[in-house]
């Protein structure tokens, strides 16, 4: 990502000079922006809560006919409207014919999720061998370790970063423990400098060179969680490599968030939800990246039927015929229901590349970056409350996506419940941080600037108070 | 159990002299059965196919209008009405709210496979604790083999059926190989005698007696996919249990079929899938279960997020809390779309008891069998083909379910396509065995009696020509 600050600026400038409104924190120039937008029309795509649905947005603090201000997409993203149909589709179909649906129809269900295939490697940078569409994340993580993690009397170690989603720190531990090692000596958690909450790449890459000898996986995430940091993933696996390490990355944030080259970056292998920017719904399918160099790998693995190659799947003479790439990653039969709403989710990502969207990206996160500076920043002379933010993402755009993750100079447990009564959403992390993440199919920069408003206004009467 | 053929041949005579119908092959015997069924309305709760939907039905061979004769549901059940609504409320609710839908609303997402447990547990027969609704079937039998199978020097193997279903076949030779044991050495699969099909209970309680001090886990189906035998699961896992060996049951085709008692039985660990008679759709959701005695067991396992004690999950200290039971062994957080099929099933078995379905499909089952016996038999004198069936299945009620594994006297592949193009969903093991499932749920006397017609017609024509 080419993006910086200055850029920003330098647009935003150029947005107030073609509309003559001069203060670039002015809410008339968020308007401007977004009518302006050559993709504003992918928000239509999706169904965009109102804020009088939200469940706990108080009529009385925000129109409920107003649009809510929804900057949770990396938590949940928001559903396509094409996936009503998709799903429903699939179900008028099992209505109409039962098993036969199986084999019959524009989708049938035993090979639905290839059907997926072309569209997610497009997302992650992958070949339709090296992808799989199937289970969920985390199981995603033992599918991978369960094969990949082969710790030797001195090559054993785990490295991944501090404070790791509990989710993958419990399934590294698990499989640490479970392949007959300790926490204590195999689980490397790498810590950020003292007073800093990021990591630097050249430390990550210093780590490896130092200690790679040891390490049998770095599994770092694609997108920090916490901090919405984007890792170099081409030089950790490159360093990784160096040492003779597997290098593999766990992409529940960096998921149709930022473009990916999995395949031309080396990657060994990787795993993702979909239900964050992917948007396919709570806990919907997972995927899976394995290299085209495994493509004839026969290691060992968790297999099931859906590892046997289709040709002969039927046959069932138990004797295995092992699918090549990540397609003899699979274990189990997919299941229709999530796999239609990727297909759902694909019909937008249809319609706009990632690269077009991420550059919108940029641009809608560093906006509300400027704002947060200009109008919370600490030494910053246009704050008018007492709070100040600072930003914990890192500033390059190369190491972030949608996310900026938001530090609170005071606990933000007054301030969270009066944002969400006044339709917002995003996500609090006690005692004082906020995610929030302007996604890039269907927010706009009305969307961050009204969610300033809200959180001037807010800060000022916790205030007052 | 307690049906036997005479208790239904009893039954048939005394319908047919309530109806003054004679001959008991009649056709109109069936409609009268159908019509007298107690439980017939809960075939109006599902969607049950049109012959003219079916993809590959010929109109100039069944009337389109008319009712498939869809004996299939052992391998896809059909739709619950139900289903489509709640599924569809989730997607509106999704629509309307986004990641607020984790915590509110009737069923809030990351409950949501919490609200299955009283039902799930129900068909199981276990407590809430020891059910879990998660991953897919194979998945399942991965997370639970790889906690249970602790091989030693001295106990080590697995005893399993032959011809085992692929998935279980090769999870289980993976799992073996995984933990660095020899499926040569490791794995054993029970043949039935020479000359028979089924396994003889006796032969599989002495072969534990025997050989269990070596055996560390026994696996078998609960209900045999291929031969329709419903194992004797109390007196194998009393058996496994004397001689220090773990016993398990993959329940693909016993859940919802037969009531289970898995608690009373003492039975160790088992899972499921809910696509065939839980009638969730294609590759839906699974399940599994771990007895009460291991509830504050913390063995080694896959861990993830949602091994996690709710109580706290969210604080996300890496500190693990492991929760009790079945709630330990989840991984990932539930899938809203495929958990609400299982809700919508779980409305129809809210509807009518196990026990009671059990009771009538041991006379819809008993009817076909009678039926096959009768028009089909080697040595019936009502025989009219030149082909002839015999039944794979055990005659003994207790020993076997819904489905009934026909064996063809000819291979049935100029048979079967004729079936099809006919308007009936049967399962075919080439080269001659069809699977046929008269589903208690929706299935009735009508359509058994119109797929034997259905079978002599084709019959018939293949002989003519
Ligand atoms: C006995 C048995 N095991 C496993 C499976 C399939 O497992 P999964 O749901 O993991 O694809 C089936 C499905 O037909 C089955 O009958
Ligand atoms: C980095 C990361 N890992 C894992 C998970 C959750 O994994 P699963 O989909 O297996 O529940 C999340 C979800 O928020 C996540 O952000």
New interface residues.
Partial sequence: CMCTQDKVLQFLNKMADESGIKDLTDPALAEFLSDSDALKEIRDLF?Y??AG????ADPSLVDPESD?I?L??N??G??PKA??EV?KDH?DK?????????M??EVP?AH?DEYCLEGVGRLVGAKKEEVSVC?????N??VLL?SFYKPTETRHKILLES?????D???I???I??KGRTVQDSMVCLEPREGEETLRTEDILDYIEKNGDEIAIVFFSGIQYYTGQLFDMRAITEAGHRKGCFVGFDLAHAFANVPLHLHWWDVDFACWCSYKYGCT??????GLFVHERFLNDQR?????????KMSS?FV?D?V?DLDEGAAGYR???????????MLGSLKVFDQVSLENLRSRSCYLTGYLEYLVKTLFGENSEQRTTKLSISIITPEEFHQRGCQLSLKFSSPIDIIYPELVKRGC?V?KRYPNVIRVAPVHLYNNYVDIRRFISVLQEVAHIVESE
């Fill in positions: 169904h809560p109102k649905t939200l469940p706990d809510s929804y949770c997409g938590s949940l928001l559903m996936t009503g799903m179900l099992w209505a109409k014919m039962g098993v036969f649906g199986h019959s129809g269900w639905c289970n969920s994340l985390t199981v993580i033992h369960t404070k790791a989603f509990p989710s720190h419990y399934a531990e698990s499989q423990r479970l719904g709570a806990g919907s399918i997972g060992e693995r968790m297999l099931g039927w859906w590892s046997h799947r069932m138990n295995l274990i189990s039969n997919p299941p229709i229901h999530t796999v239609a709403a959403a996500d």
